[in-house]
C-alpha cells in the first residue's frame, strides 16, 4: 500500500534542516526571534512524543557576524576560523532557547568521512540514538573547522537525509527559501505549478530540479532531489517547505504550500541504506539492458553484463552502476578491484578463473551488496533480499 501524508505528529522520529539564511541576518546576526519560534514548534512536537534531530546551518554565517568579517568569498582558513567561533555561539543560542522548555541539546558534529566509513557511521548513529533515548535534541552540523573542500558534504540537505537515514527517521524535513518543487522555474515559467505530491522520484522529476548539464540547473534544488533519493531509498518521506514563517513547523500543519515526498514501498535494510547513501563512489560500471533487467529482478551483477569499468577501486569499495546512457540506476560494494574487473567486463563467469588466475568471487556485486538507487516510472525497481 502506498504510503500516504500526515501530520507531523503523526511521525515517530523527525530530522529538520535549517538553512543559513534562515538562522542568520548577514547584516544583524542571529534571527533570535525566528529561532524562538522555531524552538516552541519542536517543543510543541516532543510534548506529542515526536523525536527531533536537527540538521542546523549557519555557523559560518555566524562565525562571520561575531567575527565582524567583511562581505565576500572567504578563504578555506577564513571559513574554518569563522565556523570555529560560530559552531560555540550557534550551539549555545540552541541550547539557551530549547532549555526553555526543559529540552536539553546536543552537539554532533560531522565530516563526510564519519557517514562514508562504515564503522564511523556505526558510531555517530550510535551516539545520536542515545541522545534521542536520553529526551535530548541532537543538534547537526558539518565540522566546518576540519573540513576541506576536497572531504566535505558542501551543502546540508544531503547531510541531513544521511543522518535521516542514520537514526532511522520516517520524515525529513528540508526548510530553506522555497516552498517545495515547481514543474519548472517560477520565476522563469509563470505557469509552472508547486507539486504537491511527489510518488516517486523518476527522471523526469529530476529534470525539473535541473540536471548537472541543464541551462536551468538550480544548484539548491538539485541537492535537495539528491536528498531525497537518499531518504526515500531508505523510507523515509521527505517535505520541502519554506522556512519564512515565523512558526515553520506550526505553518506546515496548517496546511502551508510544500512539497511531500513518498517514502520507497520496500525500503532498503540498514545496512544498504548506507550503501545507497554514498556520495563518493569511487568508480562506476556501465551495464546492458539484460544486466539492468537482472538487477531489477533481485539477481547479482555479473561480469557477462557490464560494457565499461570507470575509476580506480578495490573490492569491497562502494561503486555505481549505470545504464548505457550514463545514468546511476544502482550502487553497491565491488567483487573485484578495478583492474580485475576490466579484465573479465563482459565474460562468462565460468572463464574468471582462466583469465585471472584464480577462481574469483563470481559476480561483480553481489546482491546482498546491491541497492536500487534510481525508480523507473514511478514504480519500485528495488528488490530486497537477505538482510546482510
Same mark, same amino acid.
Given at each position: 500500500?502506498?504510503?500516504?501524508?500526515?501530520?507531523?505528529s503523526?511521525?515517530?522520529?523527525?530530522?529538520?534542516?535549517?538553512?543559513? %539564511?534562515?538562522l542568520v541576518?548577514?547584516a544583524?546576526?542571529?534571527?533570535?526571534?525566528?529561532?524562538?519560534?522555531?524552538?516552541a514548534?519542536?517543543?510543541?512536537?516532543?510534548?506529542?512524543g515526536?523525536?527531533?534531530?536537527?540538521?542546523s546551518s /549557519?555557523? !559560518? %554565517?555566524?562565525? #562571520?557576524?561575531?567575527?565582524?568579517?567583511p562581505?565576500?568569498?572567504?578563504k578555506?582558513?577564513?571559513?574554518?576560523?569563522?565556523?570555529?567561533?560560530?559552531?560555540?555561539?550557534?550551539?549555545? +543560542?540552541?541550547?539557551?532557547?530549547?532549555?526553555?522548555?526543559?529540552?536539553?541539546?546536543?552537539?554532533?558534529?560531522l565530516t563526510?568521512g564519519?557517514t562514508?566509513?562504515?564503522?564511523?557511521?556505526l558510531n555517530a #548513529?550510535?551516539?545520536?540514538?542515545?541522545l534521542?533515548? &536520553?529526551? +535530548?535534541?541532537?543538534?547537526?552540523?558539518?565540522?566546518?573547522?576540519?573540513?576541506?573542500a576536497?572531504?566535505?558534504? /558542501?551543502?546540508? =540537505?544531503?547531510?541531513? %537525509?544521511?543522518?535521516?537515514?542514520?537514526?532511522?527517521?520516517d520524515? &525529513?524535513?528540508?526548510?530553506?527559501d522555497? =516552498? @517545495?518543487?515547481?514543474? %519548472?522555474? $517560477?520565476?522563469?515559467?509563470?505557469?509552472?505549478?508547486? &507539486?504537491?505530491?511527489?510518488?516517486?522520484?523518476?527522471?523526469e522529476i529530476?529534470?525539473?530540479?535541473g540536471? $548537472?548539464?541543464?541551462?536551468?540547473s538550480?544548484g539548491?534544488?538539485r541537492?535537495?532531489?539528491?536528498?531525497?533519493?537518499?531518504a526515500?531509498?531508505?523510507?523515509?518521506?521527505?517535505i520541502?517547505?519554506?522556512?519564512?514563517?515565523?512558526?515553520? &513547523?506550526a505553518?506546515?500543519?496548517? @496546511?502551508?504550500a510544500?512539497?511531500?515526498? +513518498?517514502?520507497?514501498?520496500?525500503?532498503v *535494510?540498514?545496512?544498504?541504506?548506507?550503501?545507497a547513501?554514498?556520495?563518493?563512489p569511487?568508480?562506476?560500471?556501465?551495464? =546492458?539492458?539484460?544486466?539492468?533487467?537482472?538487477?531489477?529482478? @533481485?539477481k547479482?551483477?555479473?561480469p557477462?553484463?557490464?560494457?565499461?569499468? *570507470? /575509476?580506480?577501486?578495490?573490492?569491497? =569499495? *562502494?561503486? +555505481?552502476?549505470?545504464d548505457?546512457s550514463?545514468?546511476?540506476?544502482?550502487?553497491g560494494?565491488a567483487?573485484?578491484?578495478?583492474?580485475?574487473?576490466?579484465?573479465?567486463?563482459g565474460?562468462?563467469?565460468?572463464e !574468471?578463473?582462466a583469465?585471472l588466475?584464480h577462481a /574469483?568471487r563470481? $559476480?561483480?556485486i553481489?546482491?546482498?551488496?546491491?541497492?536500487?538507487t534510481?525508480?523507473?516510472?514511478?514504480?519500485?525497481?528495488?528488490?530486497?533480499?537477505?538482510?546482510?
Amino acid at each position: 500500500m502506498a504510503a500516504k501524508r500526515k501530520p507531523l505528529s503523526k511521525y515517530r522520529r523527525i530530522v529538520i534542516k535549517i538553512g543559513s %539564511a534562515l538562522l542568520v541576518d548577514r547584516a544583524t546576526g542571529l534571527r533570535a526571534a525566528w529561532l524562538d519560534a522555531m524552538c516552541a514548534d519542536i517543543a510543541g512536537l516532543k510534548a506529542r512524543g515526536v523525536e527531533v534531530l536537527v540538521v542546523s546551518s /549557519g555557523a !559560518i %554565517a555566524l562565525g #562571520r557576524s561575531v567575527l565582524d568579517v567583511p562581505a565576500g568569498v572567504l578563504k578555506l582558513e577564513e571559513s574554518q576560523a569563522a565556523a570555529a567561533v560560530g559552531q560555540i555561539a550557534l550551539a549555545r +543560542a540552541w541550547s539557551e532557547r530549547l532549555s526553555r522548555d526543559g529540552i536539553v541539546a546536543g552537539q554532533v558534529l560531522l565530516t563526510l568521512g564519519d557517514t562514508e566509513e562504515r564503522r564511523r557511521y556505526l558510531n555517530a #548513529r550510535a551516539t545520536m540514538n542515545q541522545l534521542l533515548k &536520553l529526551g +535530548a535534541v541532537p543538534i547537526i552540523n558539518e565540522n566546518d573547522t576540519v573540513a576541506t573542500a576536497e572531504i566535505r558534504y /558542501g551543502d546540508n =540537505d544531503r547531510l541531513a %537525509a544521511r543522518v535521516a537515514t542514520m537514526i532511522g527517521a520516517d520524515l &525529513l524535513i528540508l526548510l530553506s527559501d522555497i =516552498d @517545495g518543487l515547481y514543474t %519548472a522555474p $517560477p520565476h522563469i515559467d509563470p505557469s509552472a505549478r508547486l &507539486l504537491d505530491t511527489v510518488a516517486a522520484i523518476t527522471p523526469e522529476i529530476e529534470a525539473m530540479a535541473g540536471g $548537472p548539464a541543464s541551462e536551468l540547473s538550480r544548484g539548491g534544488m538539485r541537492t535537495k532531489i539528491d536528498a531525497g533519493k537518499i531518504a526515500t531509498t531508505a523510507g523515509c518521506a521527505m517535505i520541502i517547505a519554506s522556512g519564512k514563517p515565523v512558526h515553520p &513547523l506550526a505553518a506546515i500543519e496548517a @496546511g502551508a504550500a510544500n512539497s511531500w515526498f +513518498a517514502p520507497s514501498a520496500s525500503p532498503v *535494510t540498514a545496512r544498504k541504506t548506507w550503501i545507497a547513501g554514498q556520495l563518493l563512489p569511487a568508480g562506476s560500471l556501465s551495464i =546492458d539492458l539484460g544486466a539492468q533487467a537482472a538487477l531489477r529482478s @533481485g539477481k547479482s551483477l555479473l561480469p557477462a553484463g557490464v560494457v565499461q569499468v *570507470t /575509476g580506480s577501486f578495490s573490492r569491497g =569499495d *562502494t561503486i +555505481a552502476v549505470t545504464d548505457l546512457s550514463g545514468i546511476e540506476i544502482a550502487r553497491g560494494l565491488a567483487g573485484y578491484d578495478a583492474d580485475e574487473a576490466r579484465q573479465i567486463t563482459g565474460r562468462k563467469s565460468g572463464e !574468471i578463473a582462466a583469465i585471472l588466475g584464480h577462481a /574469483g568471487r563470481g $559476480p561483480m556485486i553481489h546482491r546482498d551488496d546491491l541497492v536500487m538507487t534510481a525508480r523507473d516510472h514511478g514504480q519500485e525497481t528495488a528488490r530486497e533480499n537477505a538482510d546482510a
